[in-house]
Structure formats: C-alpha cells, structure tokens
C-alpha cells in the first residue's frame, strides 16, 4: 500500500491540519485505513436498505441491524480500535447482514436506491477492489464532502453514547431510525446541498436525544453524581486500572473484585464513576490514576497492573513498554495482540483473566498524592442552585465558562490551563470531558462555597451544560439561551465532542469558541454557514479571549 492510498482528517490533531497520508498521527497504519474505510462502505449500505424498508414500513430485526451499526461506527471512532482482524471480522458480520436485508427487499418488492454502497452484491471482494475509492476523498465537491462528513462524524459521537446507552438496558428506535436515514442521505450522490445542511442540524437534534437517553441510563443505573473528592494516591494493594467510558464494564469489574483483595483505580475519562452513589460504594474503588488518555505510556509503565479499556483513547505503545502484555480491551475497542475480556451472549463480561493477573502484580507506583473534586452533573448543580443564584445577583459570581471537551498532545492545548488560570475570580468554569485534565487540579479556590471548576462527567455529560443553561434562562427570566452570562470555550479532539457541538448547536447556543484548531474536514464554505448562523468561532490569544468574551 502506497502512502497515497491512505487519507484521514477526523480528528483534531490531523497531519499539518489538512489529513494523514502517510500514517495517522494516532498511530493507525494505512492497511486499518483501508479496512475502516471497506467497514463504513458496509454500514452505509446496511444504513440506506435500513432506512428504504422502514420507509416502506416492512419489518426486519432492527435491534440486530442497530447493535451492528452503532459498534461498526463506534469501532472507527479516533483512538478505539486498531485490530485489523476485528474490523475485517464486523465487515463480515455486516456483508451478511445486508445480504439478509436486500433479501427482506427483494421478498417485499421494496425498490431499493441505486446507490454504490447499496446495488453491490455484498462480496467482500467487490469492495475491496475498489480499494481508495471508498475514501471520502471520491467526493470532489469540497463543501458537499465537508456537510457528507460533518454527518457521518457526528453519527460515530452518537453510535458511541447509544452504545452506552444500550449496555444499561436503555434503547430508541427513533435515533436509529434517524442514523439509518442519515445514512441513506450521505449515501445518495444526489443529495441537494440543502438537504445536506439539514441533515447535519438534524445529527446535533438527535445528539441531544442520544446525551439525554444515556444521562437516563447512568442515573437509573447508578443514581445522580454527588459532589465528591477523589483521591489521587494508592495504596498498597495490587490494582487494575479501567478507562474508556463504559460505566456497566467498571460496575461488573467491581462487583467481581469485590473480596478480592484487588483495588480498582479509574483513568481519563473513567474518573467520574466515582461520582455515582451506587458505584462509590464499592471500598475498592480507591481513587484516580494519572491524567488524560495522551500521557497513558508513562502512566501504564508505572501502574504496575493490568489495564481495561471498555472504549477509544488507545495510545499504541511502543514495542519496549512494560505494560504491553497486560493490558485488555472489550467493546468496539481493540488492540493487536492485546486480550480481549470474555463476554456472553447477555453481553455480561468475565474479568477472571484480568482479576487472576492482577494478584501477580505489584501495587502501583504513586505519581501524586491529593484529590480532584468532581460530581456536579445536573441534578448536583440544582441542589446548588440557590446558593449559585444569591452569588449571581450578589455579583459575587459574574460569569460561567463552559469549558467542556477533549484533551491532546498539542502543546497549543497549554492554552486552556492558562485561560482557566488567567480568569477572573468571580467566574466560574463548568467543564466535562477529558479536558478538565488541563485545570482540576489547580488551586482556583471558590466562590462563596461554590468551587470555580464544577466538573459534570465525562464527554456525554456535556449534556448537563445545556440542561443547566436552559434552568438560568428560566431561573432569570432569560428570553433566550444566549442571553445568559455564559462563553463557551470548547476544546475538541475526535467525533463525540463533534456530536457534542452539534448538539449544542441544535440547542441554539451561539458564539461558541473551539479549538485548539479548526477542523479540518470543513470547508470554508461550511465554516461560513456556521459563522454566519451561529458566530461559531475559533480561539485567539488568553488575553485576547478574555479580554473580549470575559469581562
């Protein structure tokens, strides 16, 4: 495969800020590309039948087409997988399931759209040859590729939270309904450029829905996040490090390790599961280790025992590390030569493997010793609300930044610590995300006993930002969102903070600041759409920023 073959600019930190092409920046070699590529080839086609037999209100199993599609979509996400033969494995599983859809068609005279992905007859082969065709670079219209991609980002953002969703029971036919006709939408060479832009506002709508089913499942699983200190040391015992996002994994690695004598520390994004009632009762879930998913090397090498990621944010290690043998992944995540942790067909995990390893290792090596203090999702900041509205009217408390989103390795990203240090003292930042990482653990004191970073959770969480915002307007009388003391200054990195910005888009929030660069994979164009429409803006200068938007 030549360096050609390869192109991808899904995340922020793609290559000079225009695409990949020789390697990604991730670490994902051209080959995964490729076979990345062969998979969303398939899940459109899947998508664009889905969508032309609900049209024609013909039944078929649209659990099982959902279940296929939303892990194919989460699986290609930045960060998640890396397993050439587990992709390849969901292109199989996906090729069998169209061909049982065009049959359900073909059975029910449903005429089906005479799109590429669609009228191929479903052999592997047929895709494969067209090897870098499948690309989104075959579209040449710079804006419809932009709109084309705008979507099928967001939908990876969505299939990864309803993923979530559904691993606690919780599901919506409506948002699959909607990710299959997005689907046939983007698939469709014809596909007015209006049509297009509708379908992007349309993937932020539906990314609400998706937050909102998934903010449902965690609080019913686990009950509302409490303001809760987290440590940030360890202790003697062997322990297993879980990180990703997935909160039934950590509940059923709990529940296993109970007794055991193993101590289970949460990483990254896992962090806020200390927050849940009904996780932080379990003794043995004792604290945080290290940072954000991008310093992970040095971390794992000094943990000591095994790792799980339940989701993306893998870093390859190098062929060196010392931690490369124990560590494991389920999920859509996937690593080669890494173990995968057994599931059953309920989708219950065995963690014995990882339980068994741990008891052979030592206890981590301390890196810090302290607390971070998170748990202020919706319900926590309602309980807050009226101490939060004496220290507005007081001028105590004269504005929130909202400073939700992803961390990465850019040395740009000091930014946002130096915006969060540079603030005012009577601001307030509301954060989620693993971009907290740059600023929870700074002494930014508090504001009448209101800390100044009210961390809400992980990246989803972002969700009780807009909830709360839409409780000021009316706590204030507010005729509109935008009229809030609110700047959101948001740092973004892979395809849930682009769900996560539609989302707040579709809620009607504007002037909203990202970076720490523009994305890549929109046109100037779009951008002008989104300027124009929404003030969408990139960040400046510290002082620039805050001079303008801040005081």
Avoid at 390 to 395: L, N, P, Q
Wanted: glycine share 8%; hydrophobic share 40%; with cysteine.
């Amino acid at each position: 495969m030549t360096a050609a073959e390869m192109f991808c600019f899904q995340c922020q930190e793609t290559a000079k800020g225009t695409g990949c092409t020789i390697k990604g920046v991730c670490g994902k070699q051209p080959e995964t590309n490729r076979w990345m590529d062969l998979l969303l080839s398939v899940v459109r086609g899947v998508g664009t039948i889905a969508d032309s037999l609900n049209c024609n209100h013909v039944a078929y199993d649209k659990k099982k087409v959902g279940d296929f599609v939303t892990d194919a979509l989460f699986c290609t996400i930045t960060n998640a997988n890396f397993d050439d033969s587990s992709i390849l494995t969901r292109v199989d599983k996906g090729l069998a399931l169209k061909k049982d859809l065009l049959a359900t068609a073909h059975d029910n005279n449903v005429t089906l759209p005479d799109y590429r992905e669609v009228v191929w007859g479903g052999e592997k082969a047929e895709y494969m040859a067209e090897g870098n065709r499948q690309t989104i670079l075959r579209i040449t219209n710079e804006d419809e590729r932009s709109l084309k991609e705008l979507t099928i980002l967001g939908l990876k953002g969505m299939a990864a939270y309803y993923e979530h969703a559904h691993h606690l029971g919780k599901e919506n036919e409506a948002i699959l309904d909607f990710i299959f006709s997005a689907l046939a939408t983007i698939s469709n060479p014809q596909a007015e450029m209006s049509q297009l832009l509708d379908t992007v506002l349309a993937t932020g709508k539906h990314g609400v829905d998706v937050m909102a089913l998934l903010d449902a499942a965690n609080t019913d699983a686990y009950g509302n996040p409490e303001l809760t200190k987290v440590r940030t040391g360890v202790g003697t015992n062997p322990g297993i490090l879980i990180s990703g996002h997935d909160l039934r994994d950590i509940e059923q690695l709990l529940q296993q390790t109970e007794g055991t004598g193993i101590d289970v520390y949460t990483h990254s994004e896992m962090l806020p599961a200390h927050y849940y009632p009904r996780l932080k009762q379990y003794k043995h879930l004792v604290g945080n280790y290290g940072n954000a998913w991008w310093k992970q090397k040095e971390e794992f090498a000094t943990f000591n025992g095994p790792i799980v990621f339940t989701t993306n944010c893998i870093v390859p290690p190098a062929p060196s590390a010392n931690y490369k043998d124990r560590v494991f992944t389920t999920n859509s995540a996937g690593f080669p030569g890494w173990k995968r942790v057994a599931v059953d067909a309920e989708g219950r995990k065995d963690f014995s493997e990882v339980i068994a390893l741990a008891k052979t290792c030592e206890a981590p090596t301390e890196i810090e010793n302290g607390e971070i203090v998170g748990g202020f999702a919706h319900a926590q900041v309602f309980a807050l609300a009226d101490k939060i509205v004496d220290a507005v009217k007081s001028g105590a408390l004269r504005k929130f930044i909202v400073m939700s989103g992803c961390d990465g390795r850019m040395k740009s990203r000091d930014y946002y610590s130096a915006f969060a240090q540079a603030l005012p003292a009577d601001t307030v930042i509301l954060t989620s995300g693993c971009a907290k990482y740059r600023y929870n653990k700074l002494p930014l004191g508090d504001i009448n006993g209101i800390p100044r970073v009210l961390d809400a959770g992980q990246c989803n969480d972002s969700y009780s930002w807009a909830v709360v915002a839409l409780k000021l307007k009316e706590i204030f009388g507010a005729n509109d969102i935008n009229e809030l003391p609110i700047f959101f200054n948001i740092a973004w990195y892979e395809q849930k903070a682009v769900i996560v910005l539609l989302a707040l888009l579709s809620l009607g929030v504007k002037n909203i600041h990202i970076g720490p660069t523009l994305p890549a994979f929109v046109s100037p164009n779009v951008l002008k759409v989104l300027v124009e429409q929404f003030g969408l803006a990139p960040n400046g200068t510290v002082e620039e920023d805050i001079k303008q938007f801040v005081m």
